[in-house]
């Protein structure tokens, strides 16, 4: 039974998604429960599978029996079910927020959001397992659909961002299309275990090489790597509150996680170590992400397009930890993805609230908030110290694995990115508290209400797990060390 | 320069491919009309597409249906179904972009009253 969780935690959420419209064609009110349902389910089904894959070894699921290089092959190794825990926490969360600020002018097409979300959960689900390049694609182009349509959901402004948004994800996975088609024609297989095996014969093909990078652009426009981060500040400062936590947490992480696997587990480590220098086209293009999206975080004066470019730098951090071609730089470099994907939740949950309960969009004006909410600016004390990487948080201890992989790699220039990108994140998070400290209130906000409790809930679950996340590092990143690496570190 | 150039014309759907991608580009990048950038990016998948096809083309071959089950098989009288499948599914994704970006273009249209970028963004202001 355990062997078909994979698969389960896959078809749960989908076929959700496909019996919403009816089932809750008479009562729309039922959509929100029924989702939140399905994700908390999944959480449970996902811890199942973590501890199952962590005692009897990854779980190779063949859909419909046919078997791996001919059929479609699922992969739930222990990377892929720790990374599926945090998706499912992340996206049960985010969904109790959602459905609290839900946008307000979708009348009865309030069922389609909730269709949309849970496809977009079932996607990434599917992106995380996928052990076939083209069943990855197939799935990056279903989350990237779901995204598109609901960065656009509320109308407005944000239908010109999901416009640029799909142009240049549409782009992106066309190349990445064509990528896949190159290692196609040069190995004749898709499935990532079998051209692992195949691979290592054709390092001085010409197709596969150009493959690779046409590969690497695809998902660096999906992961927004800074050359091709352009659609990412628009399209998430613009969705609506309810929907960029979700998109700014999962969606990049996800596409980073599909590019580690395929130059880890499809290239392998020793082709990556020794005969393609891909580890340092994305050593140094993560030390220029870093670098370069917290000075435009810095520059900006939306809180919003502030978060989404301190998302920006930190793709950055997370590439330059994985490209460290060590134990520990992949190991701090996941557990960071982890982080991240939790502080950028927590972030964008922050800038929800204020946005709903005190309509303040800009740097400026958080001081209007005045001191009416101190849980609220508490977690954003705990956000500020993870974001920076000061010690009890997730974000240092992240940081910590990353520099000691950098400096056992001998490689400077990572270290000196790291720590310039974390000054820089200070001084943007000073810019903030001292907006919110230093102006006094002028405006007592008459709209501030008593805030629901979904929107108190998801910040403090969080932020707390912000802190967790670094008080438990060390078992986590065991974990990582002991199970998750790719054969061949 | 010669041995690159023959190279080229022995295998012109390679030649053809790249002049549809590239075309494709073009067109989404100087076009201002909406509709236009979508037609350059559907010239871009459909090129992919059509490279997908040109690669499994076979001479001579048939489709991968045995006739019967007690001749030997010869797998070079069949032409690899793979690809085409793969075609299929990234015909399908294709056109399901497409409907969710025109759906978006309509939705930009009844919002701005134009598909010009230039004269959206002057509305953004």
Redesign the interface.
């Known amino acids: 039974m355990s062997r078909h969780i994979p698969a389960l935690l896959f078809l749960l959420p989908l076929f959700a998604a496909i019996s919403m419209p009816m089932a809750c064609l008479k009562h729309r009110e039922w959509s929100r429960p029924l989702a939140i349902s399905v994700l908390g389910t999944m959480i449970g089904l996902s811890l199942v599978n973590l501890s199952f894959v962590l005692e009897h070894g990854a779980i190779h699921y063949d859909f419909s029996g046919w078997a791996a290089p001919l059929g479609i092959e699922w992969v739930a190794d222990p990377l892929a079910s720790l990374i599926l825990v945090a998706l499912s926490f992340l996206g049960f969360v985010a969904l109790i927020f959602a459905g609290a600020g839900e946008p307000k002018n979708l009348g009865g097409r309030i069922v389609h959001f909730y269709v949309l979300i849970l496809l977009l959960i079932s996607a990434l689900t599917g992106i995380v397992f996928a052990g076939d390049l ?1 069943n990855l ?2 799935f990056l ?1 279903v989350a990237a ?1 779901s995204s ?2 609901l960065v ?1 959901v509320a ?3 944000a ?2 961002a ?2 640029r948004y ?2 240049l994800g ?2 992106g ?2 190349l990445y ?2 990528g896949v ?1 190159y290692f ?2 040069a190995s004749g297989t ?1 499935n990532m275990a079998d051209m692992a095996d195949k691979l290592p014969h054709l390092l001085i093909s010409r197709a596969v090489v150009g493959g690779l990078l046409f590969m690497f652009i695809g998902l660096g426009i999906k992961m927004a790597l800074v050359p091709f981060h352009a659609w990412l500040p628009d399209a998430y400062s613009s969705a609506p509150e309810s929907v960029s936590p979700i998109l700014a947490s999962l969606v990049t992480k996800v596409a980073l996680l599909g590019w580690v696997r395929i130059i880890f587990w499809v290239l392998g480590a020793q082709a990556v170590l020794q005969d393609i220098p891909v580890l340092l086209l994305i050593g140094v293009l993560g030390a220029l992400a870093t670098v370069i999206g917290a000075v435009l975080a810095f520059t900006q004066h939306e809180i919003k397009r502030m978060f989404a470019y301190g998302g920006i730098s930190h793709i950055g951090i997370i590439l330059i930890g994985v490209s460290q071609g060590n134990q520990t730089g992949f190991a701090g470099g996941i557990f960071y993805l982890l982080n991240d994907a939790v502080m950028q939740a927590a972030l964008f949950f922050f800038i929800g609230i204020v946005i709903f309960q005190y309509g303040i969009r800009h740097v400026e004006d958080l001081g209007q908030m005045g001191k009416q909410a101190p849980w609220l600016i508490g977690s954003l004390v705990i956000m500020a110290m993870g974001m920076i990487g000061l010690p009890p948080t997730g974000g240092f201890f992240g940081k910590w694995y990353i520099i000691l992989g950098a400096l056992e790699a001998d490689n400077y220039v990572a270290v000196g990115a790291i720590l310039l990108s974390t000054l820089l994140t200070l001084a943007y998070f000073v810019k903030i508290f001292e907006h919110l400290f230093r102006t006094p209130a002028t405006v007592t906000n008459p709209q501030a209400v008593e805030t629901p409790v979904a929107f108190q809930f998801s910040v403090l679950v969080t932020s707390a797990a912000i802190l967790i996340l670094g008080l438990g590092s060390d078992p986590i990143v065991g974990l990582i060390l002991n199970h998750a690496l790719p054969p061949g570190l | 320069m010669v041995d690159v150039m023959s190279a080229l014309f022995q295998r012109p759907n390679f030649l053809i491919f790249v002049i549809i991608f590239l075309w494709g580009l073009y067109i989404m990048v100087t076009r201002y009309n909406l509709v236009k950038k979508l037609v350059g990016m559907y010239l871009v998948q459909t090129s992919v597409i059509f490279f997908l096809v040109s690669i499994s083309a076979k001479k001579g071959a048939t489709v991968p249906i045995l006739r019967s089950t007690t001749d030997t098989v010869n797998a070079i009288d069949y032409s690899n179904p793979l690809p085409h499948v793969l075609t299929l599914t990234a015909i399908v994704v294709g056109v399901a972009t497409l409907g969710v970006a025109l759906a978006l273009c309509s939705a930009i249209y009844r919002t701005y009253g134009s598909l010009d970028e230039e004269d959206i963004l002057k509305r953004l202001e």
């Open positions: 083209f694609f197939v182009e659909l598109y349509a656009g109308g407005g402004r239908l010109f999901a416009f799909l142009i549409t782009l996975a066309s299309l064509l088609s196609y024609a898709l």
